[in-house]
């Protein structure tokens, strides 16, 4: 009786597990596979020749130059904040700590449109800190300009990307403790060599894996930016770029388009395979 209702118990835990396979393959099939799919073949549409034209074109090369200033900025940046916010967080006691961690996470709750608008009202003509600016460049003899410039380009993508790195360093150090650093403290040793000796290699593979998530955030953030870059050829990234080619309505540029969509595809793959490779690093390092 026992083992008949365990089979019983067995062949619909198999239905039900068949079922969820099921859906989760048309689910990710529908609003992953076949939009990727359409994109490399609406890229290839007038031929490889075409296509490597669309990618070399000026615009393009400008956008792809722009985009990997803003990226590898917002990385160092981020990676600074994020590894110094996360120790902060996690091995010393002040007033304000949970304030702080709340004020980490805000990027994830607002709009990118709203950020990049909180950009040009601070830093703009209208802005509180424009007549600081304008002091700055006569003094100095320069022309820093934020809004609707590179600086700004780089200043909206430190924005939306700046919880990532954070965010996968602190639950591993909570996960640590502090009795390593206490003891080697103890023992005469130096912060910078407790860091590098102790703590950066228990969040060796969550910075590395931070990195990889800020790293994509940044190359395909399109609303923050949207809002401070106007200039075509100076300011664009790659998603303004894709997006005012398929707006120009003509049938070359939606195709030169999909060809600069297919490039950004392939370089997420890319991500996502070295994300992967990470993972499993990561998970055997834990195992062991």
Not at 57 to 77: E, F, H, M, Q, R
Not at 218 to 244: H, Q, W, Y
Request: some cysteine.
């Amino acid at each position: 009786m026992f083992r008949k209702g365990k089979r019983v118990m067995d062949k619909k835990n198999n239905i039900i597990k068949y079922v969820l396979i099921g859906i989760s393959i048309l689910f990710v099939g529908i609003m992953l596979v076949l939009p990727l799919i359409a994109i490399i073949v609406n890229s290839l549409q007038k031929g490889w020749a075409f296509y490597i034209r669309s990618l070399t074109d000026k615009y393009v090369l400008s956008a792809l130059k722009i985009t990997v200033i803003a990226t590898i900025s917002a990385l160092i940046i981020n990676t600074f904040f994020g590894i110094a916010a996360a120790w902060l967080l996690t091995k010393f006691s002040f007033r304000g700590k949970h304030i702080l961690a709340t004020l980490i996470d805000i990027p994830f709750s607002i709009s990118p449109v709203i950020a990049g608008l909180a950009f040009i009202m601070t830093f703009g003509r209208m802005g509180w800190a424009a007549p600081y600016i304008e002091h700055l460049n006569k003094f100095f003899v320069l022309d820093i300009k934020i809004v609707f410039a590179i600086p700004g380009v780089i200043l909206a993508t430190v924005f939306v990307t700046f919880p990532f790195i954070s965010r996968e360093i602190i639950p591993i150090l909570n996960a640590q403790g502090k009795d390593e650093e206490e003891a080697a403290a103890l023992m005469g040793a130096d912060g910078f060599t407790i860091f590098r000796k102790i703590t950066l290699p228990q969040i060796k593979w969550g910075l590395l894996y931070g990195i990889i998530l800020c790293t994509a955030r940044a190359l395909g953030e399109f609303g923050a930016v949207n809002a401070l870059s106007k200039a075509r050829g100076k300011t664009f990234t790659l998603p303004l770029e894709i997006d005012a080619l398929y707006l120009s309505g003509s049938s070359e540029s939606i195709v030169s388009a999909f060809a600069v969509s297919s490039l950004l595809v392939i370089i997420s793959i890319f991500i996502l395979i070295i994300k992967n490779i990470i993972e499993h690093k990561s998970k055997n390092k834990f195992i062991k």
